[in-house]
């Protein structure tokens, strides 16, 4: 029976699905603010992709009056549940079911479920019709949409931010994916999703669960829309956000998951690297070549090429020599500029290479079923991984953190990187010899054998089911690198608490940037740790900032950057986020070059780097493009400080940095799809020119007033479409929000630190009531924990006084000193020096 299903056509494959019996609820117990029941399987099992669970539980719990918790898992508690240690559950203050804005709804027989908004009974999420599949290797769930749904997120991907409807698969399974191909899975897992309705609002579902995925939107053959769950394991561990708007949907998930990191002020300048850099002296020069560019550098970083042998922790003794590295970090330190390096999980396996032989005394890397050590390949050629779930793996891997970045012996960065966290393992088969002969392996050629892992432990540990195939389920996910353990670590290796790699695949990632954040704190306890990951997993932002992996120099990877960064920013709860600016694999060219300098200045991320095999794209290499940068990171550091703030907005509320236009606008429909625009911060429409080698832009300006960031002049927008021509590859459009008051430094500076040495300009940008508000967060820019040393002030404007107030707890000799009154030919300025230190008001007639 089972044989046939696999033999069989897909078609006769999801004709089973239908087939499968359900459960039925029983045992119902409502309380208040929670419910619990007992599901049974309803009929025989249909063992479509494993074996049929035949018991299970149910729990509901209303949590705040806006959060609603459903949790459906096995009566046994075995089957895998992300451990508490790695993704923190939030607490549940529980309220009444009557004092929540969605409630819960039961169908005993067969079993199905709906939300809806309590006061409109409108339905958002609802299984009604389908059964619930749930296996030992496979889990389903459909719930069913309005037509044509405006969903974002299910990250990371990088197709259209408004996801396709129909017959769109979004497979999550945390991959290294060269040129990040377009409907596949990527280096991130984000199985929560945002939905937005005209007239009704946004919410947002968010599944806690590590396991690979299908996640199918889609139609039936009579046009009913659908949202499907196809999932190896795990639980269905549900979060029903009620939002009802976009930003209180993006505030209610990083009440979930964790607020995101706060980032230092110096992560907002502008970076160089590139994988390729020959040479020490070298990246001496780079630095000095912006220098005599006149393009502010902020932080130089460091590839794998700083590296004896591509290992972790060494200098290459020729072309990075520590005493070289030592004067260079020394110089960029005393120039107010920031050094990062590069450090990847595969750690070299070799017995002279002391970090590998505290390693293995630590017991830090993962095991083979025999006991000895599990074996890849990586940069460093043979290697072993970590294994994050010992004991002992946070304390080697923070003293060779000590060791190596040793401010006194050894090199000083100011941050980390961690790359090829996937975990990515160049071994292609199961064939592969890693200490062999890399160019005579076959690519995915081979398929594994089965591989059962006996029952060994007891029961209730939510550790995992035994006896499952954890090489090659039944269900096959769309991994685009093919079976799972294809490239990455063999998904049947058991880590030291017991679970599997199959479960906790895609956790790697998260817990690498974890320890390497811990260990930055250690060596920098008052400093704001810096780690950027390529890899991420739900709440990764409250770890680390991530780039959007090995892009490529073409203008769709341009256009597809601003899509990544709403679903990141906005819906994924990961703030600190950016492309490869020109571009990563390929040849970048001028034009594109010179429009990517620019729109990488409007995001938060800000980083130009390149692959090996790529030509040199520094800015200072075209006069176009630099004359580009010059620009963009002039306004980029006038506005630093209005960044700052938003970026202690998401830190503090989870309200995101950059916003997607519905979400200032969530009653337009005519912001809904779109997805070449965005608001950085909240007041800044940024509207980049993206077509090929184009000088024209078409954009949305919504039915407001706005005023040209760049001449300051009034445009009414209408709601509609509305064209520039002739955009010079030095410009890109950026129009201030009426109703809004932005905090600009007068003048940019060198470095970050000179950013903050002046003073301030208040542009006020009415709105069409005449009124404007706006905010300012200051604290030194890089403490941990800066206590009450820090000042959040706003400002309102009701047409005639600028009023400041607020909470002044930063002591600063910068002061305002002009306000300027936007809405005329010419705005009207008054100059002055009002203290950044008290209250204060400024009329302006
Ligand atoms: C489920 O769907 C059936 C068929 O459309 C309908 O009769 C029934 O009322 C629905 N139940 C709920 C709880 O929505
Ligand atoms: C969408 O539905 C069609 C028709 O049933 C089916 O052929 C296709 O495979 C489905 N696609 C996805 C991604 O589920
Ligand atoms: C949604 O956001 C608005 C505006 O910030 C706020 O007033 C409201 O309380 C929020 N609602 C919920 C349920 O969080
Ligand atoms: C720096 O500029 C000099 C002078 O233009 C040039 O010869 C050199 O190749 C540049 N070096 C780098 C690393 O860009
Ligand atoms: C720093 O900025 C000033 C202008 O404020 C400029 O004249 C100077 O050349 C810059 N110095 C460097 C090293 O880039
Ligand atoms: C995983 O499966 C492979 C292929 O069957 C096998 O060689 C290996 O020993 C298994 N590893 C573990 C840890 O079970
Ligand atoms: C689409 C594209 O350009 N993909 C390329 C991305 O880079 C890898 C190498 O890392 C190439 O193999 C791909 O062809």
């Known amino acids: 029976m089972r044989f046939l299903f696999l033999a069989a056509a897909s078609a006769v494959l999801s004709a089973s699905i239908d087939d499968c019996p359900g459960y039925t609820a029983s045992n119902v117990v409502e309380s208040d603010g929670k419910l619990t029941a007992d599901l049974s399987l309803a009929g025989t099992a249909c063992n479509i992709y494993g074996t049929d669970l035949s018991d299970l539980k149910l729990l509901v719990e209303y949590q705040t009056g806006s959060r609603l918790h459903v949790k459906i898992y096995d009566a046994g508690l075995q089957v895998y549940q992300i451990q508490e240690s790695v993704l923190p559950r939030p607490p549940n203050p529980g309220v009444l079911a009557s004092d929540s804005a969605i409630k819960f709804q039961l169908t005993e027989e067969p079993f199905s479920f709906s939300i809806s908004r309590t006061e409109s009974d409108e339905v958002l999420f609802d299984t009604n019709g389908t059964k619930l599949v749930f296996e030992s290797q496979y889990v389903y769930l459909r719930t069913w949409l309005p037509s044509d749904p405006n969903l974002y997120g299910l990250g990371e991907h990088s197709d259209s931010f408004r996801l396709s409807t129909d017959n769109y698969k979004r497979t999550i399974w945390n991959a290294e994916s060269p040129g990040i191909p377009r409907n596949k899975n990527l280096y991130g897992s984000h199985p929560n999703y945002l939905e937005h309705r005209s007239g009704s609002g946004s919410h947002g579902v968010a599944l806690l669960n590590a396991n690979g995925m299908d996640v199918n939107i889609n139609k039936t053959d009579s046009g009913d829309q659908y949202l499907e769950y196809n999932i190896l394991g795990g639980v269905l561990d549900f979060y029903f956000l009620a939002g009802p708007s976009p930003t209180n949907v993006s505030k209610q998930y990083a009440e979930v998951i964790g607020l995101p990191a706060m980032m230092s002020y110096?992560?907002?300048?502008?970076?160089?690297?590139?994988?390729?850099?020959?040479?020490?002296?070298?990246?001496?020069?780079?630095?000095?070549?912006?220098?005599?560019?006149?393009?502010?550098?902020?932080?130089?970083?460091?590839?794998?090429?700083?590296?004896?042998?591509?290992r972790d922790f060494t200098l290459d003794p020729e072309k990075y020599p520590l005493d070289k590295v030592r004067e260079l970090v020394d110089d960029l330190h005393q120039h107010g500029q920031k050094y990062v390096m590069m450090l990847?999980?595969?750690?070299?396996?070799?017995?002279?290479?002391?970090?590998?032989?505290?390693?293995?005394?630590?017991?830090?890397?993962?095991?083979?079923?025999?006991?000895?050590?599990?074996?890849?390949?990586q940069w460093a050629g043979e290697v072993v991984w970590p294994d994050w779930f010992a004991p002992k793996t946070q304390d080697w891997w923070t003293d060779e953190i000590l060791r190596f970045f040793d401010p006194e012996t050894g090199v000083d960065i100011d941050g980390a990187w961690n790359d090829m966290n996937e975990v990515s393992n160049f071994c292609a088969s199961v064939d592969c010899d890693p200490s062999g002969d890399a160019t005579k392996r076959s690519i995915g050629a081979d398929v594994p054998q089965k591989a059962l892992r006996t029952p060994r432990r007891?029961?209730?540990?939510?550790?995992?089911?035994?006896?499952?195939?954890?090489?090659?389920?039944?269900?096959?996910?769309?991994?685009?690198?093919?079976?799972?353990?294809?490239?990455?670590?063999?998904?049947?290796?058991?880590?030291?608490?017991?679970?599997?790699q199959y479960d906790t695949h895609n956790l790697h990632g998260l817990m690498m940037i974890t320890?390497?954040?811990?260990?930055?704190?250690?060596?920098?306890?008052?400093?704001?740790?810096?780690?950027?990951?390529?890899?991420?997993?739900?709440?990764?932002?409250?770890?680390?900032?991530?780039?959007?992996?090995?892009?490529?120099?073409r203008w769709d990877d341009y256009r597809i950057a601003i899509s990544q960064?709403?679903?990141?920013?906005?819906?994924?709860?990961?703030?600190?986020?950016?492309?490869?600016?020109?571009?990563?694999?390929?040849?970048?060219?001028?034009?594109?070059?010179?429009?990517?300098?620019?729109?990488?200045?409007?995001?938060?991320?800000?980083?130009?780097?390149?692959?090996?095999?790529?030509?040199?794209?520094?800015?200072?290499?075209?006069?176009?493009?630099?004359?580009?940068?010059?620009?963009?990171?002039?306004?980029?550091?006038?506005?630093?400080?209005?960044i700052y703030t938003a970026m202690y907005r998401a830190a503090s509320t989870g309200a995101p940095i950059v916003n997607p236009l519905f979400f200032i606008y969530p009653d337009d429909v005519g912001t809904f799809g779109v997805d070449l625009q965005w608001f950085y911060g909240d007041a800044l429409l940024v509207s980049p020119v993206t077509d090929d080698d184009g000088t024209s832009v078409t954009f949305y300006l919504p039915d407001d007033v706005f005023y040209d960031f760049w001449t300051l002049q009034p445009v009414r927008g209408e709601g509609a479409k509305v064209t520039l021509d002739d955009v010079a590859f030095t410009d890109i459009p950026v129009h201030i929000r009426g109703g809004t008051v932005l905090p600009l430094r007068s003048q940019s500076g060198n470095t970050t630190d000179l950013v903050r040495q002046n003073d301030f300009t208040l542009i006020v940008a009415p709105g069409t009531d005449g009124r404007a508000s706006g905010s300012l967060y200051l604290d030194d820019g890089d403490s941990l924990d800066v206590g009450d040393r820090y000042s959040d002030i706003s400002f309102t404007y009701d047409g005639e006084t600028l009023r400041v107030e607020g909470i002044f707890g930063y002591e600063t000799d910068v002061v305002v000193e002009s306000v300027k009154i936007l809405g005329g030919e010419e705005p009207i300025t008054k100059d002055g020096r009002w203290s950044l230190n008290g209250a204060f008001e400024v009329t302006v007639t």
């Open 515 to 553: 320890a390497t954040r811990n260990s930055l704190i250690t060596r920098r306890p008052n400093s704001r740790p810096f780690v950027l990951t390529r890899s991420t997993f739900i709440s990764a932002g409250t770890k680390a900032a991530h780039w959007f992996g090995d892009n490529t120099s």
């Open 344 to 377: 990847d999980p595969g750690v070299q396996k070799s017995d002279s290479y002391a970090p590998y032989s505290r390693g293995v005394e630590a017991g830090a890397f993962i095991k083979a079923v025999d006991g000895s050590l599990y074996r890849g390949e």
């Open 458 to 500: 007891s029961e209730g540990d939510m550790k995992g089911l035994p006896d499952r195939d954890l090489f090659n389920p039944d269900y096959r996910i769309d991994n685009h690198q093919g079976d799972l353990s294809i490239r990455t670590l063999y998904t049947n290796n058991t880590n030291a608490d017991g679970t599997v």
């Open 266 to 310: 110096w992560t907002f300048g502008f970076q160089q690297c590139k994988y390729g850099w020959p040479d020490i002296q070298y990246e001496t020069d780079v630095v000095a070549n912006y220098s005599a560019a006149n393009i502010p550098l902020e932080v130089l970083w460091a590839d794998i090429d700083y590296m004896d042998k591509r």
């Open 565 to 642: 960064m709403l679903a990141f920013a906005a819906v994924h709860a990961m703030p600190m986020v950016g492309s490869d600016v020109c571009g990563f694999n390929g040849q970048a060219q001028e034009q594109m070059c010179a429009r990517w300098a620019l729109l990488g200045a409007f995001q938060p991320f800000y980083r130009n780097h390149a692959d090996i095999s790529a030509p040199n794209q520094e800015f200072y290499l075209w006069d176009l493009v630099a004359q580009a940068a010059r620009k963009a990171i002039d306004a980029r550091y006038r506005l630093l400080d209005y």
